[in-house]
């Protein structure tokens, strides 16, 4: 039976997901068999990975991350449940890696109990087969209204006697009460679990933290484990939310060569923002976050991402005025790119006969800027897939020939229209299937995964960027320069004593 190590957070946002995903590369670098695990996530960045009856599934982007940290295979089992949100009061429920519908408008409180089944069998079963399970919580652990329910945090927790940390994101201020408040607000059963504090993103003098953390101890008895300092290009892409636009380039001083500046639109359901990421580590390229028609100003490239809720995020585009923006950016001869949900605005129409994308169904006219037609279907299309582009024009024309590995995940399947000259045909997949189109210098695809890819870097900008490997040796490296000596080794047996004996050491 593995031992389990949980990464538990004062705030969403404290640095879980990064904490965790080294965690599991630390581990993995001793020899042991690790996994990680997150029993619920909510996130519109999702991989896909297989399920164990043979298809394939989706999983939260950092628990994909978090396998690859730990080297081992992504599946279903390390994320059980994933909730993608499709407004603010709705949530597509995805159960082992698919889909379920019935639960999707069950109330929060018995959805909870309905879900935990499956996060328990799923993390007994990675129990059994590792030696080390690493685990995310998710939020804060401390949500007392919501407690009897959270099945996410200090249930999983119980369920197989982890042993717990506790970030808290120093930056933010009020780090000290955040983790003496969320220890005191715990049940003293679950407070036994809680085996260090962890002060994350920390700037400045550490000697001027005295004596705060030795008063915290005599106030909990949980030593504080570690200080993590600020550490902004650590290269993982980021879980939740839009990521700091700021680039390398950018902040390392002035430069006689304009940057290529890279605008992508940032709706308020954009999915899949994290297959950016390697555009903010490359120099010579400044990505912006676009949410009005001022920040397409002096854009190289216009990128339409992914999105979780296609016609209600071409809608607020529309209400920015972007769709005007866009346009005249493509008139000019300006580079776009529309990614999935991308793809599907800048196509001519969107037919939802099933109302799979808009709940009221009905159909919506696009951006025409290519001539598409999407049409929603009911069945989720999940798949890896081996692109290859063809003979490509104009600002993407460096593209012609490359192949890259990426994935599909999306309702929509779109075709030329039957009424328009036909784009050209960009993109296939290895079975010949057509995954994009381009018109001009609009170029749209259903491929997750472009930028990650060595091959379309070096094509495009003539650059590498950092392994994803490397990345994660590099966040195990982090720790072992800020963490002491024995305490995560520790974590792996049943001894607070021999904790703090480690951090005084």
Known sequence: MARAVMVLGTTSGAGKSWLATALCRWYARRGLKVAPFKAQNMSNNARVVPAPDGRMGEIGSAQYFQALAAR??????????????EADTRSQ??????????LGAVPWR????????????????LMAENDVVVIEGAGSPAEINLHASDYVNMRTALAVDAACLLVTDIDRGGAFAHLYGTHQLLPEAERALIRGFVLNRFRGDAALLAPGPEQLEALTGVPTVAVLPMWREHGLPEEDGVFDDRSPLSMGGASSVRPLRVAVVA??????LDEFQPLRNLPGVRLVWARGPADLDGADWVILPGSKHTSADLAWLRAQGLDLAVARHAAQGGAVLGVCGGLQMLGEALIDLHAVDNPLGGNAPGLGLLPLVTVFEPEKRLAPTQAHFGALTGPWSALSGVEFDGYEIHHGRTAQHADLPAAAEAVHNAAGEVLGWQHGAV?????????ESPAVLRALFGAEVRT??????????????????????????????????QVSR
């Open 72 to 85: 081992a295979v992504p599946e279903v089992r390390q994320n059980p449940v994933l909730l993608k949100p």
């Open 93 to 102: 429920v995805v159960v082992m890696g698919a889909v379920r519908r019935d």
């Open 110 to 125: 018995e959805r909870s109990e309905a879900l935990w089944p499956f996060a328990r069998q799923a993390l007994h079963e």
């Open 267 to 272: 709706y308020p359901r954009i999915s899949n």
């Open 443 to 451: 170029l749209g695809l259903y491929a997750h995964g472009l930028f």
């Open 468 to 501: 994803l490997d490397a990345v994660f040796d590099g966040l195990a490296d982090f720790l072992d320069q800020h963490v002491p000596e024995g305490v995560l080794l520790s974590l792996l047996h049943h001894d607070n004593d021999n904790m703090s004996r």
